[in-house]
């Protein structure tokens, strides 16, 4: 019998490993997301059913071993030599041990951390952009066929195991056994994808994913609870890498028997033959099905949070006379007979037509034209006033413009009936009726109106061509505000633009210098003027009264002339000579019979002596 459990568990190793392989293959040439970690839960059963193997191959020396023992101590002379307390130092049951003392934690610890890794790398493989599947049938037929061999090899190991009572055939049996569930799922995610469900293959992959985390905090915790499991003297020790959840997987229907064997084990006693165990087990399904009513009779409950409003159907239909429900608590049939739909009526909802933004992008305090801030450009073209002249003086047709554009919409539910029966997804169809008549509007408006001054007039305009193609459509909602905010030109060709605009900006701020300059030119040129025109004016003043006071006195001077010539001609030359020579050097010779010669020094004095000291005048 332990050359049959060796040779089948030699055989689950062999399957696991072929057709884990060929899986691989197909899964990978096919573009097969769930067969790809599929594989990864068919790597961790190769493992764990290797280590298995292992363990089979020390028990099956310790057994013939102990045989061994047993025959040399039945003979009388051969007693005196071996002593029964040697049988725990034979060297079979020592390598047994310390294998399930070191390897078996050691390998369960790696096997925590494969998982762990698996985890996270897979999750991240899955956000990537979805390939197309190629050969689905290829693929259907070949994860069929392994299906096929898995669950017959598996359901055969597992039914061994449950009849022997072979702890050591149950990791390699729950292995081939959960594997064949795991090709089953890869073949449906398949099927789907052929069939035109192509997500349905990575909805089941992230659920696999899911799945090997679980598996993941059951070995950690497994782990933990192994360092405080009470220690049985003679009792067999649990595979630490053995997983409980695996086994509810590939056999569920031995729910509490895994449950009862995993309590024993942990507590050290038999739990499973306590009286509420007992009771558990026999009033299970009762539970189940009234906690089941229990769930069934919640639903018949309604709870309509403030702000808004519910429809109610009844198989489908809006329930005559009471399909609107009004903040507050409601009573309605049970779930599937009555459904409510809940909306928001009252609160402002908003959503934006033109750039797509990032779904993990912090909101910006300051947007520059030149810097992208959102996931993708939503262009739309603009016409323009400007016409455009070729070299040769043909015009061409007006030119016409690129406009990055985010328009955020804000709009109320005014008519919850009217929104949702008469139009399906009325969202979506809100969004495309925004989209259409912000299109319409910009291809006949002008650029340099709607990013100057004619943004609130272009804002209202769009507001109510909305509502009129909302209200045509029966939407039963209210336009509240249209906002055009953020438009720009396109990154690629906003520094460009930023250029142009300053340009413009440099001229007229150039144009205003060159118009304060010329004020403050003629200005001031004004007032030289008549400055210029006041000092000659004075100046003429002077000179004329200077001339009639010259004539007045040459008059007055005339009768003291004829009256004293000599003494008037005399005294006219003394006033002469004080007058101009009151600030020259003069030199008084006294006499004038002598040939002296006297020599004069006329060079400027640049230093003050005492002779140029003058005295001061003495008082009175």
């Not at 597992?158 to 081939?176: C, D, H, I, K, T």
């Not at 005559?320 to 608590?329: E, F």
């Not at 906003?494 to 150039?510: L, S, T, W």
Request: a neutral charge.
């Amino acid at each position: 019998m332990e050359q049959n459990r060796t040779k089948l568990t030699l055989l689950n190793l062999a399957v696991l490993l072929i057709a884990g392989a060929a899986g691989l293959g197909v899964a990978l040439n096919a573009h097969v997301l769930t067969a790809t970690v599929a594989v990864v839960f068919c790597g961790i059963g190769f493992l764990a059913t290797l280590v298995t193997y292992v363990l089979m191959q020390l028990v099956e020396r310790e057994r013939n071993e102990r045989l061994e023992y047993d025959e040399l101590t039945k003979s009388p002379s051969a007693s005196a030599l071996f002593n029964k307390d040697e049988v725990s130092g034979l060297p079979a049951r020592r390598s047994r041990e310390q294998f399930e003392k070191i390897v078996v934690p050691g390998f369960t610890l790696a096997l925590l951390l494969g998982e762990a890794a698996g985890v996270f790398f897979l999750w991240r493989w899955l956000q990537k952009p979805v390939v197309p599947m190629d050969k689905p049938i290829f693929a259907l037929v070949i994860f069929g066929v392994v299906t096929l061999v898995f669950f017959i090899l598996g359901r055969f190991s597992v039914s061994l195991a449950r009849m022997e009572r072979q702890r050591l055939l149950e990791p390699p049996a729950v292995s081939v056994l959960a594997a064949a569930y795991f090709s089953a799922l890869s073949a449906v995610a398949t099927g789907l994808a052929y069939f035109d469900f192509p997500r349905a293959d990575l909805y089941i992959a992230r659920a696999l994913v899911i799945l090997l985390g679980v598996l993941a905090v059951e070995t950690l915790l497994t782990l933990v609870l192994e360092i405080y499991r009470p220690r049985v003297k003679g009792r067999e020790t649990r595979l630490l890498y053995h997983s409980r959840v695996m086994s509810l997987i590939s056999q569920p229907e031995s729910l509490f028997t895994t449950a009862a064997h995993a309590l024993d084990y942990q507590f050290g006693f038999k739990v499973s033959d306590t009286w509420f165990f007992q009771f558990l087990q026999r009033a299970f399904a009762w539970i189940v099905l009234g906690q089941f009513a229990l769930l069934v009779l919640s639903t018949a409950f309604v709870v309509v949070e403030t702000g808004e409003q519910a429809l109610l159907e009844r198989f489908g239909k809006p329930v005559a006379g009471s399909a609107i429900l009004d903040p507050g608590w409601h009573f309605k049939m049970p779930w599937p007979i009555d459904k409510v739909h809940r909306y928001q009526t009252e609160r402002i909802q908003t959503f934006e037509v033109g750039l797509e933004h990032e779904e993990s992008a912090k909101e910006e305090n300051t947007v520059l034209w030149t810097v992208s801030h959102a996931k993708e450009e939503f262009n739309l073209l603009v016409a323009s006033r400007e016409s455009v002249t070729n070299l040769d003086g043909a015009k061409k047709s007006p030119p016409v413009n690129l406009l990055t554009v985010s328009i955020p919409v804000q709009f109320q539910i005014t008519n919850l009936t009217a929104w949702a029966y008469n139009n399906t997804e009325p969202d979506h169809l809100l969004e495309k009726i925004a989209t259409r008549e912000v299109v319409l509007y910009l291809v006949n408006a002008d650029l340099n109106e709607l990013m100057a001054s004619g943004r609130g007039a272009a804002a209202e305009a769009l507001r109510l061509r909305i509502q009129a193609a909302a209200d045509q459509r029966q939407l039963g909602a209210r336009i509240i505000m249209v906002g055009l905010q953020d438009i720009h030109p396109p990154v690629s060709v906003a520094g460009a633009y930023q250029k142009v605009v300053g340009a413009r900006q440099a001229a007229e701020a150039k144009v205003n210098v060159a118009r304060a300059y010329a004020v403050t030119t003629n200005a001031l040129a004004g007032s030289i003027a008549r400055r210029t025109v006041l000092g000659a004016e004075a100046e003429a003043t002077r000179t004329k009264s200077i001339a009639l006071a010259r004539a007045a006195s040459f008059t007055n001077q005339i009768p003291a002339y004829r009256a004293a010539p000599e003494i008037y001609t005399t005294r006219a030359y003394l006033q002469t000579l004080a007058r101009q020579g009151g600030n020259v050097r003069k030199y008084v010779v006294a006499t004038t019979n002598t040939d002296d010669v006297i020599q004069f020094d006329l060079t400027e004095k640049y230093e003050r002596s005492l002779l140029d000291v003058q005295s001061p005048t003495p008082k009175k």
